[in-house]
C-alpha cells in the first residue's frame, strides 16, 4: 500500500552533517504522521524523531535534541533528517516509519509499535 525508501546515508567524520530522506509512495494519502529510528548491531530500535501531519510539531530524542532536525514536504511526500554535529555514537541504520490514523501516535510517537509503514534503512556511519 504505502512504499518508504530512504537515502542519503553514508561516511562522515565526526562533527560532520548528512541529511538523510524518505520518500514515500503508493497510497501516500495513507500516511499521517511520519518518524525517525535507528538501530545499531545487537541493539533496540531507538527513537530519533518524528513529525506530525502539518509539519507543526516535532518531537526528538534528548540524545539528538538540538543536533538534529525533522521537516517534511507533503507535496513532494518526502521527510527529512537533517544531521549536524554527528558523533560515533550516532551510527546505525536510519529507518523512516509512518502512520495511518495518528491513534497511537498520540499514545506514543516513540513506540515503534505505533507505525504502520517502515523503510529498509539507510546507514551512517560517524568516525573519530
Known amino acids: 500500500q504505502v512504499q518508504l525508501a530512504e537515502s542519503g546515508g553514508g561516511l562522515v567524520q565526526a562533527g560532520g552533517s548528512l541529511r538523510l530522506s524518505c520518500v514515500a509512495s503508493?497510497?501516500?494519502?495513507?500516511?499521517?504522521?511520519m518518524g525517525w529510528f535507528r538501530q545499531a548491531p545487537g541493539k533496540e530500535r531507538e527513537f530519533v524523531g518524528a513529525?506530525?501531519?502539518?509539519?507543526?510539531?516535532?518531537y526528538y530524542a534528548d540524545s539528538v535534541k538540538g543536533r538534529f532536525t525533522i521537516s517534511r514536504d507533503n507535496a513532494k511526500n518526502t521527510a527529512y533528517l537533517q544531521m549536524n554535529s554527528l558523533k560515533p555514537e550516532d551510527t546505525a541504520v536510519y529507518l523512516c516509519?509512518?502512520?495511518?490514523?495518528?491513534?497511537?501516535?498520540?499514545?506514543?510517537?516513540?513506540?515503534?509499535?505505533?507505525?504502520?509503514?517502515w523503510g529498509q534503512g539507510t546507514q551512517v556511519t560517524v568516525s573519530s
Open positions: 503508493g497510497r501516500t494519502f495513507l500516511i499521517y504522521n
Open positions: 516509519a509512518a502512520d495511518r490514523d495518528g491513534i497511537k501516535f498520540s499514545k506514543g510517537y516513540n513506540i515503534p509499535n505505533s507505525y504502520d509503514y
Open positions: 513529525i506530525s501531519w502539518s509539519g507543526g510539531t516535532t
